[in-house]
């Protein structure tokens, strides 16, 4: 048995793998990125990876192989699942043959994402089991331990890890052996069929199945049940892992208690979780997203009429939003048994500098910038309203590009631009959306677009990759997780396809070329729907160009720091520099600044 | 034996190959380790922070709380001044003085000054190694190696727990081949400028 140092999501990728997976799908989200990759890696060659063009393409792929009985995993983030509900809802009525595990990351926060929507309740919602991983090393057990519950009982089943879980590492004991699995069968059958007779016998299954299968779930080895006393300290998750820290800090001062860690949230453990509770006076429940536990305890004391009381969110005791931290556990913790609460942090000298503002921007060189920009000054005299989507590009919503007036989900902001042009119809309506993003879920609002006769500007912003989650290939790219070339989707040849009439293509580099395309796209609405595709790869696919130099004596106007937000111009003794190791050599300083005081140099060129 | 590191710096640094050079060595020692990161959105320049711990014993949370690093290694001088509130008292500091300068502060058009920074830090901590990760990155000839750079530092700092010789076979192991004569070349010049400074 090898160890190896493993991040969480590794570690739920090489435990599909001993399970014997055969299809692994998904589409790139943080935190859930890695898992697919490490399967690809790894792969012996029997495995078919794919990124899929959205979550709802991904999962139908592994719905389709788990009914021919083979193992398959999809993987995804947490509003990922809101893009696929429809196939999930539907193919939990179905089941499956094989075991099929449905891999969503959540993110308490959010660090980075939409929303801090629970999949543990989605579990309740769509009536499918729910494991609930509290370390890389327990993911990798769990995540085999999955497999056999989905396939012992014929549904799909939902893996919820968190952030700190999915990007935590830990030496991870891998098994030696992978299951062997049987060849793939697809015996023809009505239950593949769904229709509404068939989804009420399945629905009165379902019903009877969760309660066996909570029962089986009690004595699960990842469901904890320790101490005694009549308190008792309910956890989740990461959660587990902070609860125990408080408890070894506040250590011989902890009253006798009992305490319960559930790794299966749904169906809810409701044996185990009686045991716990028997001769409890209260509980808390320390857990991070929807009181989920907290409900299920209330409801089941309710139920049974037990004396306790469930503390929790709705106490005030555990924060309703956000992450939880060892210092907020232990500040719970000691409230809960009217402990006092340890010193908190360290006092530190009161005249610290101001520390400047840090969040994420758009990179030196990064096409976006120039995108926005040619838009920006395009459009300087014209009423305009810039839609934003999601990926990299969101990042032109901060000064001084200020350039996403809106942004909601994948592929909203082709949609959302036309909502606002049917009440707004003298303003110019722009949409942008990165490549990967437009096959994920912008076509279809294209296509709504075209029919619906909204004209509207979509801009794409294609940079050759998926930036944002870790550059990921996608259609346009033409490579695949298999390590085959692939046909490229041209994305041009689609928006024409769908009757867009006009489509250009630009490099949004060629500032000035960039902005006449914009102007012909925007006069080009009076006929239709127009499309610019902004073509320059992400400076992560790139090769570097020049570098770049400040002529200190020609330097006046600083438009370059004030219109460009460039992490690699800096302010120094009132003119620009020009940091080279962040430079990438994009040019649009130098095609901006007025009075001719920006050079490129060669690479490397003495100075 | 409990030892708790914090790395904290700007996304692009590699902060995350730092915690992982320094976990490696760790478990390859036969000790327990945990580590957390950030990946995603920050990385686009924002703060980021990694999280290391060792101890011969499991290790509960990944996430320290508060007031219980024992070492802070800097990758940037407000990055780590932001992160201070994670050393424990008598915690040691090894901070590279080469400022990234943040857009906000461009636009503000307001001066962030390093050295004030370092100054700070130094009232707050009295063992602390200031490492100008500049010189060392320009001998080597890439901007990359200060990651390692530092981590060598704090090594010879005697602030890891580990030795520069754990150190650098756990980078052995984790490097593309190509990587490795300039990372180790990288780690060695990190610890004689942290020995100069003692």
């Known amino acids: 048995m090898a160890t190896e140092f493993l991040m969480g999501n590794e570690a739920i990728g090489l435990g599909a793998l001993a399970a014997g997976v055969r299809v692994v799908t998904g589409y790139p989200g943080t935190p859930s990125s890695e898992i697919l990759p490490t399967v690809s890696q790894r792969n012996p060659g ?29 993987t995804m983030k947490q509003v990922g ?9 539907s193919l939990a009525y179905l089941g499956v043959k094989g075991g099929m595990v449905v891999v969503v990351a959540d993110d308490p926060g959010p660090i980075s994402s939409q929303t801090e929507q629970d999949t543990r309740t989605f579990g309740l919602f769509s009536k499918l089991p729910v494991f609930d991983p509290a370390s890389p090393e327990e993911a990798y057990e769990m995540v085999i331990d999955a497999f056999e519950l989905s396939e012992r009982h014929g549904t799909p089943v939902l893996f919820r890890p968190t952030t700190r879980v999915c990007h935590g590492n830990a030496p991870v004991a891998l098994r030696d052996t992978v299951r062997p699995a049987a060849p793939p069968r697809f015996v023809k059958d009505p239950r593949w069929v769904i229709f509404p007779r068939l989804s009420y016998e399945n629905h009165i299954k379902i019903e009877q199945r969760l309660p066996v299968i909570a029962e089986e779930l009690s004595g699960y080895r990842f469901n904890l049940l320790s101490g005694g006393g009549r308190l ?12 125990g820290e408080a408890l070894a800090i506040l250590g011989a001062a902890v009253p006798e208690h009992k305490l319960l860690r559930v790794a299966t949230p749904h169906p809810f453990p409701k044996r185990l979780a009686l045991d716990f509770l028997d001769g409890l006076e ?62 908190s942090a360290v006092a530190l000298p009161a005249d610290a500098p101001q520390l400047p503002a840090r969040p994420p921007v758009l990179c030196a060189g990064c096409s976006h910038r ?53 009440v707004l119809p003298d303003t110019v309506h722009f949409a942008f959306i990165g490549d990967s993003t437009f096959f994920h879920s912008g076509i279809t609002g294209v296509i709504n677009a075209v029919y619906n006769r909204t004209p509207i500007v979509v801009v794409v912003l294609d940079n050759s990759t998926t930036a944002m989650t870790g550059l990921q290939p996608h259609p346009g790219t033409g490579d695949t997780m298999m390590g085959e070339i692939s046909q490229r ?22 500032l000035d070329d960039a902005m006449a395309a914009v102007t012909r796209a925007a006069e080009a609405t009076a006929n239709g729907v127009a499309a610019l595709i902004f073509e320059s790869p992400c400076i992560h696919v790139a090769p570097q160009g020049s570098e770049y130099v400040v002529d200190a004596e020609k330097c006046e106007c600083k ?5 460009l937000g460039c992490p690699a111009i800096l302010s120094v003794e009132g003119k620009a520099w020009i940091d080279n190791s962040l430079c990438w050599g994009c040019d649009l300083c130098a095609e901006i600044c007025r009075f001719d005081a920006i050079q490129a140099l060669p690479r490397g060129a003495k100075r | 034996m409990r030892s708790n590191l914090v790395i904290a710096g700007v996304g692009g640094q590699g902060t995350v190959l730092a915690a992982r050079l320094v976990a490696r060595a760790a478990m390859e020692a036969g000790l327990s380790v945990r580590t957390s990161e950030t990946i995603g959105m920050a990385q686009r320049g924002g703060s980021v922070v990694s999280h290391v711990r060792i101890a011969d014993a499991p290790i509960a949370s990944p996430l320290m709380p508060p007031g219980t690093a024992d070492t802070l290694l800097g990758f940037e001088p407000g990055e780590a001044v932001r992160c201070l509130p994670f050393l424990k008292p008598g915690g040691a500091i090894v901070v590279n003085s080469r400022t990234v300068a943040p857009v906000t502060a461009a636009l503000a058009q307001t001066e962030y000054s390093g050295p004030a920074m370092i100054d700070y830090l130094r009232k707050c901590c009295d063992r602390i190694v200031v490492i100008d990760g500049d010189a060392i990155c320009a001998d080597i000839g890439s901007p990359k190696v200060i990651n390692v750079a530092l981590i060598g530092a704090a090594a010879a700092a005697g602030a890891l727990g580990l030795t520069i010789e754990q150190i650098e076979n756990a980078l052995r192991k984790s490097l593309r081949p190509k990587l490795v004569d300039m990372n180790v070349k990288a780690l060695h010049a990190g610890a004689r400028a942290a020995g100069e400074k003692q």
């Not at chain 1, 029997?46 to 999809?74: D, F, P, Q, T, Y």
């Not at chain 1, 699942?81 to 809802?89: E, I, K, R, S, T």
């Open chain 1, 46 to 74: 029997n495995i078919h990876v794919e990124w899929s063009v959205n979550e709802k393409v991904a999962l139908e792929v592994a719905a389709g192989a788990a009914m021919a009985g083979a193992r398959s995993m999809v």
């Open chain 1, 81 to 89: 699942l809101n893009v696929a509900a429809d196939p999930l809802m």
């Open chain 1, 232 to 243: 008792g300290i309910v956890t989740q998750g990461i959660s587990t892992g902070y609860v």
């Open chain 1, 282 to 343: 209260r509980v808390l429940v320390v857990e991070e997203l929807d009181p989920y536990l907290e409900r299920e305890l209330q409801r089941l004391a309710g139920e049974r009429r037990l004396p306790v009381t469930v503390l929790g969110k709705a106490s005030g005791h555990i924060q309703v939003a956000g992450e939880n931290t060892v210092a907020a556990a232990t500040q719970a913790i000691c409230g809960f048994f009217g402990l006092p609460a340890p010193a």
């Open chain 1, 370 to 422: 120039s995108s926005f920009i040619a838009v920006k000054r395009a459009m300087r005299k014209r009423r305009a309203i810039f839609s934003g989507d999601i990926g990299c590009y969101t990042l032109g919503n901060a000064d001084p590009l200020n350039m996403v007036d809106t942004c909601l989900c994948m592929g909203a902001g082709i949609t959302m631009a036309q909502g606002l042009r049917a």
């Open chain 1, 489 to 510: 989707v041209d994305i041009a040849t689609v928006l024409r396809g769908c009757g867009v009439q006009h489509v250009e293509k630009c490099d949004p580099l060629k």
């Open chain 1, 559 to 563: 438009e370059c720091i004030i219109k």
